[in-house]
């Protein structure tokens, strides 16, 4: 019995072992990963696979599609440029180029073979390598890269591309340590550096810049960012109306990867294609309508509603960065249209606001308002009142006034009838000649309407004016003692051209 009571015990075990096996072999449907395949993002689906398809940066395609046509390939790139411009993409073209089966002659390569395939998905490959030089940055991995770079190319034809991004986070030591490799590779070895600030290589790894060859890459237009939305959007069989498109694209500022990013996030919160209004949902963006609302809050000098208009903005969980952003670039817009010129790259709704305002405001007030918004920027980013700031330059806003001239201020005065100002033609010659060292001995001539002006603004500082107009006047002495016996005979004015940051032009 103890034998079988021993058996017992022991099958119980193994059936409960091979549960527990079962189990782990076969887990449960809710720990199963989904059937479905993760989509691919749009900014890596429709990544340029030809240096042709690359937008904007002919410049530098072309130039690297004619060194690989005749055989002129570099030893090392630096490719510099803004985020979301085509750094790594180009660099991935030109490793495709290098060790494409089927290249063309013209230096194309063909995005379809095995080897291309690999290179463009970011898959392992033995002839590119992709390095990371934020995590990799210290001196023992440029040795190591160093190391790796004197392996021959798999193919008697291939060549080894090494990819480093983030190029401007490497230390000092390590580009030192790549210094020799750089001026000197092995053969069929190339690096190319992508960068968004090469002014830290200068500054760190300057004798680096002459062993590269460099180019700059450009910020992409809005309207090429919404040609290629369009073609992105077409090809995936979803509509976009024009307005959610340039709003989409202004938003990417100049990058296309964001500009695609932003597309796929506007794609999953909406079924019914993107719409301007699914956008401003999807990135926090703000309504068009508040910026007019703006604007004619400011035209028609209403300080009292801007603390509830900043209240709706705040209570709609508005970014207050965002919204000054967006006010900067219709302010802009303002001043082009106050000036003449065409508002590109707003809405028709704006365009119209702007057009009613053109006479409105004038370009010196639109231009200190510009300036007030950028002053505050770097106080307006580390402050926890933003909307206390935001409130305090709106109001600012409006209750500014226009420009005002030193004439019309001194016209009021003196209550009007300023004394004409003297001609400003040659003076008339006199009988009598003066030889040369009577005139190197004479004083020069005192205007004397300049004179009794100055001393009709106030007789306290006539003696000042004296003295100064027996020697070089300039300008800017006459506009600063004009100001500062206006700011003595009334210290009211004074106040008040403080208070209103008023701008005196002579």
Known sequence: MPLLGGMVKVDGWIRRARSRIRFIARPPS?????DTPMALALARKYRPRK?????????????????????????????????????????????????????????????????????????????????????????????????????APSGDESYKVYIVDEAHMLTREAWNALLKILEEPPPRVVFVFATTEPQKIAQSAAPVLSRLQRFDLKRIGQGEISERLRHVLASEGIEGT???????????????????????????????????????????????????AVLDLVA?????????????????????????????????AQLAVALGGEAPGVAARTRDALAKHARTFAPGDLLRMLGALSEMEPRFRKSGQQQLLVEMLLVRFALIDRSVRIEELLDEIRGGGAPPSP????????????????????????????????????????????????????????????????RQKDPVLGATIDALDLELID
């Open 51 to 151: 240096f042709a398809e690359v937008a904007v940066q002919s410049h530098v395609s072309n130039t690297l599609r004619g060194a690989i046509a005749r055989g002129r390939v570099a030893h090392g790139y630096l490719l510099c440029g803004p985020r979301g411009v085509g750094k790594t993409t180009l660099a991935r073209v030109l490793a495709m180029a290098l060790n494409c089966e089927a290249r063309s002659p013209d230096g194309e390569p063909c995005g379809e073979c095995l080897s291309c395939s690999r290179i463009w998905s970011g898959s392992s490959s033995l002839d590119v390598v992709e390095i990371d030089a934020a995590s990799n940055r210290g001196v023992d991995d440029a040795r190591e890269l160093r190391e790796r770079a004197m392996y």
């Open 30 to 34: 809710f720990f199963r990963a989904p």
């Open 242 to 292: 024009p307005d959610a498109i340039a709003m989409i694209a202004r938003a990417a500022d100049g990058s296309m990867r964001d500009a695609l990013s932003f597309a796929d996030q506007v794609v999953a919160t909406s079924d019914a294609g993107i719409t301007a209004d699914s956008v401003r949902e999807a990135l926090g963006l703000v309504a068009e309508d508040e910026y007019i």
């Open 423 to 486: 001609p400003r033609g040659p003076a008339p010659r006199t009988n009598a000649v003066k030889s040369s060292a009577q005139q190197q001995a004479a004083p020069a001539p005192v205007p004397a309407t300049a004179v009794e002006r100055s001393a009709a603004i106030n007789p306290a500082v006539e003696a000042g004016f004296l003295e100064a107009a027996k020697g070089r006047m300039t300008n800017e002495s006459v506009t600063q003692q004009r100001l500062a016996s206006l």
């Open 300 to 332: 028609e000098k209403r300080a009292a509603d801007v603390f509830p208009t900043v209240q709706r903005l705040a209570d709609a969980g508005i970014d207050f960065g965002v919204f000054l952003a967006g006010l900067a670039d219709v302010l802009r």
